[in-house]
Structure formats: structure tokens, C-alpha cells
């Protein structure tokens, strides 16, 4: 019975995929037998571990705890001393104003933009037919219609030939977009326009990639200005 509960296996650390190796290694050093659990799913969606969905766990016999405690703290206090900002990987999203802008989601680790092109090519195709439709009405009720129905076609047309080139403008900058990711290291500056119903940010990275978003004012806005601030971004208010 006590060597059953001796070798019971016991979960000594959790965190994303290089930080587990590291100590893995360190601890199998120090002759602790280990291994890893969720390391397939951790590596597939990197983002997502270190106390997030699906964390990478490194598992110990019980009969190791004693020794293995003091090679994981003495881990974590020089990873604290690398990095004084404790990080934080729960993903924070904030939505653009308007949707077609898409999304930007953070942590305490990196950047990623989400976009739907095939969203936007739907509404492409959409406000396509609807000014085809209606420049047909346009062109066979010139004689027919009084002056006010034909105003109201032509601005009905107009407008569905604006939003028609401005989603096709809209499509290019969510291919270019969707998917991408990026860490302060790579900002080169961040221009911001607050208001009191919204903040406007322009990222300016060293790749010359401007991505550029709109979201409310609020608490999730202010969380990604203390996070670029704390990862010594070049910020200039505009």
C-alpha cells in the first residue's frame, strides 16, 4: 500500500512548450524520472497553454516531490527574474468597430489578428448584385419614373457601387491580416487617438505592416495599452 502511494504520479509544473522542456531537462539532470502530458495539443496551439486551455503538465512520481520542489522554484525565480512581468495567457479579444475590421486578441505574451475573408467576399458578392439590380432599374425607368424615383435609384446605386469596392478593399486587408501574429518586440511604434467612446490604434511594425483598429473605449482597451507599456512599446498619443 505505501509503495503504491509512493509512486503516485503528481503534476509539478504546467506552462507552455519551451518553459516544461527546459525543466524537464533540468529535472532528469537532477535524476527525477518525468513526463509530459497534453505535449501534442500544447504544441498545435501554442498560445493557448501556460494556465490557458490545454497547458503542457509535467508529472512526477510522489516519492521525487521533496527534491523536485526545489529544482521547480529555483526555476521559477530565475524565470520571475528574466521576466518581471508575471505572464498572463488568457486571451483578452477586442472587437473592431465596424466587424469588417475584425479582431485583435492579446496576452501577456503576443498579438494575434483575426479576420473572416470569406465573410467579406460574401458581402462583395451581395452588394455586387444589388448594384447590377440596381443600375438595370436605373437605366429602364429614365422616361418612366418622376425626377424623385430617379434620385432615389441613382443614390441607391451609388451607394451599393461604394460598399462593393470598399469590402473589395476591405477582402485584401483581411487576407493580409487574418492569422497574423506578432510580439512587442516586433512593433516598431503604436499610434493612438482616444476619444471618450473609442480608441484608435495603429501598430507600426518593423516589417512594415500597419494594421489599423477602432475598438470601444472600455477596460479591454486599457488592458492592451498596459500591456504595450509594460513591454516597452514606443507609444505616441495623436
Not at 30 to 40: K, R, S
Not at 50 to 77: C, H
Not at 119 to 126: D, H, P, R, S
Amino acid at each position: 500500500m505505501n509503495s503504491e502511494k509512493e509512486f503516485r504520479p503528481i503534476e509539478i509544473y504546467s506552462g507552455n512548450g519551451w518553459e516544461v522542456e527546459l525543466l524537464k531537462s533540468m529535472l532528469e539532470s537532477a535524476g527525477i524520472t518525468c513526463f509530459l502530458q497534453n505535449e501534442y495539443s500544447g504544441t498545435i496551439t501554442p498560445h493557448y497553454t501556460a494556465g490557458g486551455v490545454n497547458p503542457i503538465k509535467l508529472i512526477i512520481s510522489s516519492a521525487d516531490i521533496d527534491k523536485a520542489k526545489t529544482i521547480v522554484e529555483e526555476f521559477q525565480n530565475n524565470q520571475n527574474k528574466d521576466n518581471p512581468i508575471k505572464k498572463n495567457y488568457t486571451l483578452t479579444t477586442l472587437k473592431a468597430k465596424p466587424a469588417l475590421n475584425g479582431e485583435l486578441l492579446f496576452d501577456d505574451y503576443k498579438i494575434s489578428l483575426r479576420n473572416d475573408p470569406g465573410m467579406i467576399g460574401l458581402n462583395i458578392a451581395t452588394f455586387g448584385i444589388l448594384g447590377i439590380s440596381n443600375g438595370f432599374s436605373f437605366w429602364n425607368h429614365l422616361e418612366d419614373d418622376t425626377i424623385t424615383e430617379r434620385l432615389i435609384l441613382a443614390i441607391t446605386f451609388s451607394m451599393c457601387i461604394f460598399l462593393f469596392f470598399y469590402t473589395i478593399s476591405k477582402y485584401r486587408k483581411a487576407k493580409e491580416m487574418n492569422e497574423k501574429e506578432f510580439l512587442p518586440a516586433d512593433i516598431k511604434e503604436v499610434f493612438i487617438v482616444k476619444t471618450d467612446r473609442n480608441i484608435k490604434f495603429r501598430f507600426v511594425l518593423h516589417d512594415n505592416f500597419e494594421p489599423y483598429f477602432k475598438f470601444k473605449n472600455d477596460k479591454k482597451s486599457e488592458k492592451l495599452i498596459s500591456f504595450l507599456k509594460e513591454s516597452g512599446v514606443d507609444i505616441t498619443y495623436v
